[in-house]
Nanobody, 126 residues
Framework: QVQLVESGGGLVQAGDSLRLSCAAS????????MGWFRQAPGKEREFVAG????????YYTDSVKGRFTISRDNVKNTLYLQMNSLQLEDTAVYYC???????????????????WGQGTQVTISS
């Protein structure tokens, strides 16, 4: 059974850092393109960052470029999102997701991702 479990969220001040983790079970993370999405209050869920199965293609949404880093530990079967210089606008529930089909190209489209975690809340205060 495929399962994704996020952790690492919390309440921090603007300028601080957090590292989100997404522990996967039931499949091997380096066989699938995976991504992080977020949903702020009153807004639609949006793509944040993604990494392909080989790890050589990474996408970021413009607002997090230079501040966030996506990575993967194949031994721990875990996806990470290192978030630095956090801003008020980063407040959201963050979700990790895995693409529907293995060994396919990375996508930013939410509908291309079939497996989702339950989300972890990230709140930035001023």
């Amino acid at each position: 059974q495929v399962q994704l479990v996020e952790s690492g969220g919390g309440l921090v001040q603007a300028g601080d850092s957090l590292r989100l983790s997404c522990a996967a079970s039931g499949f091997t993370v380096n066989n699938y393109a995976m991504g992080w999405f977020r949903q702020a209050p009153g807004k639609e869920r949006e793509f944040v960052a993604g990494i392909n199965s080989r790890g050589n293609v990474i996408y970021y949404t413009d607002s997090v470029k230079g501040r966030f880093t996506i990575s993967r530990d194949n031994v721990k079967n875990t996806l990470y999102l290192q978030m630095n210089s956090l801003q008020l606008e980063d407040t959201a529930v963050y979700y990790c997701a895995a693409k529907r089909t293995p060994f396919t190209v990375l996508s930013r489209r939410e509908t291309d991702f079939a497996s989702w975690g339950q989300g972890t809340q990230v709140t930035i205060s001023s």
